[in-house]
């Protein structure tokens, strides 16, 4: 049995207050039957990068967030595959940049601080042509609520943070009232082993969330199980409205140490989804399928595709392994980060 500590950092997917709904799929039909496959072709070369964290499409530049070195992060022009703009450096108030998010509406850019748990914002354009703006603090979620975060995404007036607290899985809190509360139960222990506390099982269902571009809407997948999710916002709550499930969290053991447990993964456990984007009308989530004893288990080739309401659903199978993923805004290229630190671009046929 391999014995991995679990990862601490927590998905918020949020599900029904009174628990989660497993494939509550609203269609007749199996969804992610039709495959398609695509080629991709090489865009941006390692050489000219490094210490990639994340990729982000906004309009017509990608978005390079990077795990350590500054700048933190720098905007490519698609068009033109040239360097237009870097931020963040040693000088600047985010120490670190835990999530990039672009208001349509607004057509402002929101910057999230990890270590600090800050929202940050700028105008768009004015960032893309002058990285060094320094953007101004909006929200101090550590000193509202005296919590941290893993990631903030802001939802209409309303700001949803994800973090490792098992009484819910989202935060929601209320930009005008500076009041907020969890809301929603994960699914129940004995979906992967009774044995687990409320604590280790919350931290089986880490992943990744990301918010419709101008509807207030959330879209979860879950990396250590084969789960996709998807919420509705509204003044109050957030409710899942389409589920998807192939598996729960696989092979999770209970070890104990001294007076303690702790849930470590074993050879039967398999990575479920590794990466999420999105556009207006589609969602991509990248899956691995992989055992974790594979070297590349955080990699995958293929990526389910839905719309917004569930109602079409196809994968496409890329012939590269990536490990990170981009939609441009028309839906037309997909864009993706191999493990050597390439970014290859592939078709999407609709």
Excluded at 67 to 82: G, M, T, W
Excluded at 85 to 103: E, K, M, T, W
Excluded at 226 to 251: R, T
Excluded at 318 to 326: E, P, Q, T, V, Y
Aim: proline share 3%; with cysteine; aromatic share 12%.
């Amino acid at each position: 049995m391999r014995k991995i500590k679990l990862p601490s950092i927590i998905l918020v997917a949020l599900i029904f207050s009174a628990g989660y709904s497993c494939k509550s799929v609203k269609s007749d039909k199996e969804p992610f039957v039709k495959t398609i496959a695509v080629k991709g072709e090489p865009f941006i070369h390692a050489d000219q990068l490094s210490d990639i964290r994340a990729i982000k499409i906004f309009k017509n530049y990608l978005f390079i967030i990077r795990q350590l070195r500054a700048p933190q992060v720098e905007v490519y022009d698609l068009s033109k595959k040239k360097k237009v703009a870097s931020s963040f450096d040693s000088r600047s108030d985010i120490l670190f940049v835990g999530n990039l998010q672009y208001d349509v509406k607004k057509e402002r850019l929101y910057i999230f601080d990890l270590y600090e748990s800050r929202l940050f914002g700028c105008d768009f354009d004015t960032f893309v042509s002058n990285g060094r703006i320094e953007p101004a603090m909006m929200v101090n979620m550590q000193e509202n609520t005296g919590l941290y975060f893993s990631n903030l995404m802001l939802v209409g007036n309303t700001l949803v943070g994800e973090d490792e607290e098992y009484a819910g899985r989202f935060y929601m809190f209320d930009l005008n009232k500076k009041k907020g509360n969890y809301m929603v139960s994960y699914p129940d222990v004995d979906m992967v082993n009774e044995q687990l506390t409320d604590l280790q099982n919350s931290a089986l269902y880490n992943g990744k969330s990301v918010p419709h571009p101008t509807k207030n809407k959330i879209a979860s997948v879950t990396g250590d199980a084969g789960m996709i999710d998807l919420y509705e916002v509204n003044q109050d709550s957030i409710k899942a409205y389409w589920s998807y499930n192939e598996f729960y969290p696989k092979g999770i053991a209970v070890e104990r140490i001294g007076n303690t447990t702790r849930a470590v993964y074993t050879d039967e456990s398999v990575r479920g989804f590794c990466d999420l984007c999105v556009s207006e009308k589609y969602i991509y989530a990248l899956y691995s399928g992989k055992s974790i004893n594979d070297d590349t288990f955080l990699c995958g080739n293929t990526v389910y595709v839905l719309d917004w309401e569930g109602n079409r659903t196809f994968k496409i199978i890329l012939d590269n392994d990536i490990n990170r993923i981009a939609i441009s805004g028309d839906d037309k290229t997909l864009y993706g980060l191999t493990q050597s630190g390439d970014i290859i671009k592939f078709p999407t046929p609709k």
